[in-house]
């Protein structure tokens, strides 16, 4: 998951404190209603050492009703706390109904702790399933809960420790722990990876947060817990409406759209997203008829935040000249022909994920990589609305029935990523169900790893620009019209919904065991390059072969 | 699980002849009710080799509509099969939306072999959570799932054998696996006791069956099923009773009351449960007048049924003489006055929980067991209705806060049970809250033992008719009043319900690592021995000291 993060966003002080004081007071309001709700709240702040998780905090509880929340700075655990099971002192601090509490560090630290110290597998995997188990029993009983992993990069934790330790009033704050956890980035990078994704549930989602610069840190984070609590007690775009007035004052107060996409659990689909356009309007109001006949007004608050999304980060300029597209295909292909006869002997199953925009190159894309392949060794299922029996059981049986079995290669031209896609965004799957999906596709594809599968997922991206020249080009060339279709239009219009889903489930379907690959397509050779080249990365190190250039 | 299980339970062929047709013919309409609601159905049958469990599938079956249902026999997984993921094969056969499927064994085979077998515990241990993953997906998309394990002892199992290997015809159908099983029947019995505990969900949920008598164990079967449908498909006993006519026999199809409680998921809180002075009755009819003005009319259908609640076998005629008692008594104190010293030494918490009936005699066995102790190793709590901090959070919260430290005595005069025992039969927990708690308390203990926690649970007996004697004698008793309340008169009227509940307790939270132990305490003196001594027992084979008579 850390790695779909983009680091280097931020914000300016004047935008952040123009937005806050806002935010700050729709957070007081969902204080009072979650107590006459009697919603337990739990909000969890872990992340890199560095991250000013306390002050972080300090920004969403100073407007707050002190009577009404906790907070809860973790430490390691003391003797006194170290003659109960693990859990107890969490328990302890478990918040009463309608009370709010922030844990600064949590039962997160002492997994982690766990891990990098005892490094005691069987232990660890049991502290993940404890975690886990009270998490659910919590939100079964009620309880939201959301959880933060404030993350920087190694030399982002490197120029935050210098800072520090530069000012003799500071510098306190770096501890050997700190210190420790600098030194050994790599590897706790992992253990963190893994602890995420083990913990990630529709019912107590992590959220990551690009956390280098402090401003746009904060926030983010205000911004997604008040649009997850106005979603988790129903306040929808239209109850906020209702307070509207000339003044305002209470417009921004009450229509600022959450745009940031607010993850997991959290998404209020009532909440309108701005379209791209809206993008250079700057902060110019839009408003969009809703199907009630109301019409909500949308105030895009934060500029900068929007370019957290990694697919906007694409690199779409990138190009290959006929030469060195000629020569790496059939380099890349010849090798993908020994690697399949691997595939066989050594009896692992593999599966190639493509997903993309309409018209970004899919085909030819897996048309490249199977072109010189043993045609018995491959299937290429190509993955459209289920039908028959497909349509009458639950999503994931079209594809384990559609698995490899040993020894063979099944290409899916789209796949089971359908599910927090196009049934997303089209409502074809309720929001429960898209949200249970990623947890789903997880163990999913945790149990085809297990068994020894070979996964490879790739996203093929595109611009928006370049879709409607090839969806032109395709209307203007006969042979090619079959290929366009009404819904393939209808989708283009979608363009920011399927943003949205897609970076969510590129954010949270990256998994250690399955990561995604995303691809530059806006060039078709560039794409195709990239694609084999990556299949016989993954493939020669899974299969141990010894890399010959 | 299973040691709750009476095995010696049995059903006349006339009194089954007699009752099935009208239950075949329920399950009949049921699935019509399934196809149309779109409702998809798993029914697994797994059980010790010789309980004829297609035979048992073919009494469900034979009234069907063979359009609606499918069987599945399940093999050891042929070459085809081990070409894929272990659960293939399974997601190959779920049902689609409104089919019924019947699993004549299944994944829990394979679970099985896994263990005993390989041996290899980590693999056996993802398993289990995969077949909890793979039945959670699937309820979570709307299936409906019960699993039965159809028991018989290893007794009951060479005698099944023998008869079978006489006849020329059927000695085929033991087979070499059967007898592998029945040579290792300890060590199986182990292993499924062990995944009967990992894999018992509120959404698909173990049911033990005594199978000894296949009669008894295919109409218990028969009427669990038609039971958890008729409760899953809203179809309350009032719906039931408008079909009512003066001809009887509808009134017998329709009114039938499920005599043995459905557990887990299942059970229809509308079901009306004969009282126990209706046992002496036989098949007369009994009317029960619901709360919303109607009248319910039951009709109890198998006499014997009710015997399978392992707390109707308690003997309640164990004594105890004066001059035992107080040498056992002075005997098992200074064990227990030693042992809590190794309890200190060793640091190891003990948490004892006692359950039972309104003046079964907890208070009196409980100042028994810490008479010796040191007053500092122990705390007694007396869980009565929970208050302040307590009511405003997650009901577990409060036991979580009474644990003990390493090296302390806890002992709970009533504890967490409370929710599935009082909370179920009152109201003051709705049916998905004390189904899930089930669950939630197994994973508590286990949480507790992985920390090194010594747990003892007894539940104390006594019979109704003792029970009103305690009651009129602390009425007239002054110094003794206090003790009875308007509540226990209350809880006396339910129960036959608090029977139910109970059993069911029993069954699903007596684990591998926190067994239950029933105490006979009909006689004060007889219970507060065998408290002692069960006591003394855990702990000394829990803290390793050499046992010196």
Redesign the interface.
Known sequence: MLDRCITDVSLSKAEYQRLVPELQARLFDLEQMLLEARI?TIFVFEGWAGTAKARTIATLTRRLDPRGFRVYPITPPRT?EQ??????RF??K?????QMTFFDRSWYRELLAAYTTDGDQ?RWR?RCE?AV?FER??A??G?FILKFWLHITKKQQARRFKKLLSDPLQSWRVTDEDRWQHRHYKRVYRVVEEMLVRTDTAFAPWQIVPAADKYYARLYILQTIVGALESRLGITAIDRGASIDDSGEALRRYNLSIRIPVLGGATNTDTVRPSPSAEEAGHQLTTTPMSNGSVVVTVPVVSPTYAASPLQRVDLSLRLDDETYHRELKRLQAKLYLLGLQVYHQKR?VVIVFEGWDAAGKGGAIQRLTAELDPRAYIVHAIAAPTG?DK??????RF??R?P???QFAVFDRSWYGRVLVERVEGFARPEEWR?AYA?IN?FER??V??G?IIAKFWLHISPEEQLRRFEQRQNVPYKAWKLTDEDWRNREKWPAYLAAVDEMLLRTSTPFAPWTIVEAEDKKFARIKVLRTAVDVLESELGVVKLE
């Open positions: 337990p006194y003659q109960y099971p693990w859990l107890y328990w302890l478990i918040p009463s109904y309608g069987d049991t404890d188990v029993q919590l079964d009983d309880a199953p029996d009458a059981r639950h999503y994931l049986y384990w029935r698995l079995p040993r020894g249970r789903e163990q149990q085809l297990d068994f599968t």
